[in-house]
């Protein structure tokens, strides 16, 4: 693609059909994958679609050997069979042996990958003028996007918005609580399949487009990146969903505006940065807000602490606004200047020289914290 | 006074590997008791209700339900799993686990409306949990979360509560709710069975108990069979318990 602007970008995103095709296809490739990368996150399978991509690998390659074809859809077709091949030897390996999920992941991811690679360099040894163009999926090429291509990622996304409004009470309460579903009567195996078939197509619907490397990161990151923005699974998903189609969007439109920018790796960079943002600025779980508070509180906490160690003092005088020496305060481990000086902002205390004395307000407060502070914990 | 089976178990043996976690277990377990099951740690407690329940499957052995087999009892039987079991960090509110105890009850595909809420904002109220509805999950303590599944439980208005440790690691005044509730339960004709922990508290709160080590040591009202002779068998060494009463 030749170089342009981004502003030139948004303005051909409308009229020159290759561009507005790719984009349209990331979009949806975004909105899609965020989506169903909500239910991976949440249950604790970040990892599948990283073996999944991969495991898709061998399929596309035995696609090839069998028909010859370099059509798009053979291709994903033997991508979606040993894509799903891979998943279902993923789940009976954790179910059958002792090993862990993470094992089992990693097992299948290497077998497959390896076995995929194997295929491929012994197809690109044969003299078939028609081989070129698979290792395209290994890291995805946008621009091959056709819109057909497109309609295929946009009937299977509707097909995914649907069945989850139908089923959205049983995967929520699937991915919350597994056991307690299947008390209720529900059959878990069946929401199982149905989540992780999902997964599995999304995943090989992206590999054209992101490639087997990266895809995983697409399933990834616009979920981690909502659950930093909310508390509710609902929103959660939709977030996601918007995150992966703005990754989509904004990728295309980068690697669209420079040379030899592949769309791919642009899209999951940008994914990133949702994520990065997410971590620092949400304003519960963010680390920024997180921070303020955490000194805040410990501010607040000092000066209510030397508060209540000047009414203590202040007490055994019976006039509670009787002077005070300001040394005396020395002792108090919790006591800098700062905080006198806070306090007197606040009108707890008033200063006269070097004495100081709790006023008919500070005294109050200063007996009122320990309630004060066990309400504001219910 | 005869009174009816609420949940019987014939034969049941479960292994996770070679070795049986339940050893042929045979089990009545009357209507209308408040049951503790007690056992060293490994005995099978938690093994036992989940095999009951049919989340984990027997190698042998049948479960009835009122004389029924219980798949088709379902609609009768709650659990409160472990607290541990999940993830509190899950995106969802306290009210919206609650209602998850209406889902078996409306099948697949149908939403929740007004009924089941209101179901819902009942059962928080009984556990003292209706300030916190909308409070999201890992904003509670540890008893608060405890009887938000108690609350879930409730809402299932079963005729038989299945408790994993419930007590497990709740304060105080928590336990103390908590046992009122079963009590109340009890009182209303169900039957509640509890795996049990905290030897000394088991005449205060069950009357009914059933001593597990793989094997079914006893089974039997509290104030018969909770002596150290039985503990002895359980535990494997010299108990001395005084029972209360």
């Known amino acids: 693609m030749t170089k342009m602007d981004i502003t030139e970008y948004f303005s051909l995103v409308f ?25 991976a996150v949440l249950r604790k399978q970040s990892l599948l679609g990283d073996a999944i991509s991969h495991a898709a690998l061998p399929g596309i390659a035995i696609a090839f050997l069998i028909t010859g074809a370099k059509d798009t859809n053979t291709l994903l077709l033997g991508a979606l069979v040993s894509g799903l091949i891979g998943t279902f030897w993923i789940k009976s390996i954790v179910k059958k042996t002792h090993l862990k999920s993470d094992t089992a992941l990693g097992l299948i991811l290497s077998l497959f990958f390896g076995f995929g690679m194997l295929l491929l360099t012994f197809i690109q040894k044969q003299p078939n003028a028609n081989q070129a163009g698979l290792d395209k999926y290994l890291f995805g090429q946008a621009a091959t996007l056709v819109e057909s291509d497109v309609w295929l990622m946009v009937i ?46 999304a995943i090989v619907l992206g590999l054209q487009t992101v490639g087997v490397v990266l895809m995983s990161a697409m399933l990834l990151a616009p979920a981690a990146a909502a ?36 769309t791919g790796p642009v899209i999951v960079l940008v994914a990133s940065v949702f994520v990065l943002f997410s971590f620092v600025f949400s304003p519960s779980r963010g680390l920024l807000f997180k921070q ?56 707890y205390v008033e200063l006269k020289g070097n004495m100081w004395s709790l006023t008919e307000v500070g005294f109050e407060t200063a007996e009122n914290l320990y309630t004060k502070q066990s309400t504001e914990d219910e | 006074m005869k009174q009816k089976i609420a949940v019987k178990v014939d034969d049941l043996t479960v292994a996770y590997n070679y070795k049986p976690v339940l050893w042929d277990i045979d089990l009545e377990i009357p209507e209308g008791v408040l049951m503790a099951i007690v056992g060293p740690n490994g005995a099978g407690k938690s093994t036992l209700i989940k095999s009951i329940l049919g989340i984990l499957k027997p190698i042998a052995g049948s479960v009835t339900i009122y004389g029924k087999p219980y798949e088709k009892q379902r609609q009768l039987v709650a659990y409160v799993p472990q607290k541990g079991s999940v993830d509190w960090d899950f995106p969802t509110t306290a009210l919206d686990v609650v209602m998850m105890g209406t889902y078996g009850s409306l099948g697949w595909i149908k939403r929740p409306r007004q009924k089941e809420k209101k179901a819902a904002l009942e059962a928080l109220e009984k556990v003292g949990m209706l300030a916190f509805k909308g409070r999201q999950i890992s904003q509670l303590s540890g008893g ?52 049990h922990h905290d030897l000394q508290t088991v005449p205060e709160y069950f009357d009914w108990v059933t001593f597990l080590n793989v094997k079914k040591i006893a089974t039997g ?9 039985n503990l002895t068998k359980t535990y494997g060494i010299n108990f001395k318990v005084s029972v209360q009463e």
């Open chain 1, 15 to 39: 009229s020159d059909y290759t561009l507005r095709t790719i984009t349209l296809g990331t979009a949806v490739l975004g909105a899609v994958t965020g989506m169903l990368g909500s239910f």
């Open chain 2, 221 to 229: 009202p509290v104030k018969d069979i909770f002596n150290d002779d």
């Open chain 1, 227 to 262: 659950r930093q923005w909310t508390n509710s699974l609902a929103t959660m998903v939709f977030l996601a969903a918007i995150f992966g189609a703005f990754s989509g969007v904004f990728g295309t439109a980068i690697s669209a505006s420079q040379t030899n920018l592949s």
């Open chain 1, 292 to 347: 303020i508070r955490f000194i805040k509180n410990r501010r607040d906490l000092e000066l209510h602490k030397t508060l209540a160690f000047m009414h203590h003092i202040a007490e055994t005088h019976e006039n509670i606004s009787h002077p005070h020496a300001i040394k005396l305060l020395n002792n108090f481990q919790g006591y800098t200047r700062s905080t006198l000086q806070k306090l007197v902002e606040k009108n």
């Open chain 2, 144 to 195: 608060q979360q405890q009887r938000i599944f108690l609350a879930r439980a409730l809402v299932q208005n079963a005729s038989i509560y299945f408790m994993d440790e419930p007590f497990q690691g709740v304060d105080a005044t928590t336990e103390i709710a908590i046992i009122n509730i079963l009590k109340e339960l009890r009182k209303a004709g169900k039957t509640v069975i509890v795996v």
């Open chain 1, 156 to 201: 299977v996304t509707g097909l995914c918005l649907f069945v989850l409004l139908l089923f959205w009470k049983e995967f929520k309460l699937l991915l919350f609580d597994a056991d307690y579903t299947k008390t209720l009567g529900f059959n878990t195996k069946f929401i199982d399949i149905l989540i992780t078939s999902f997964i599995v197509l």
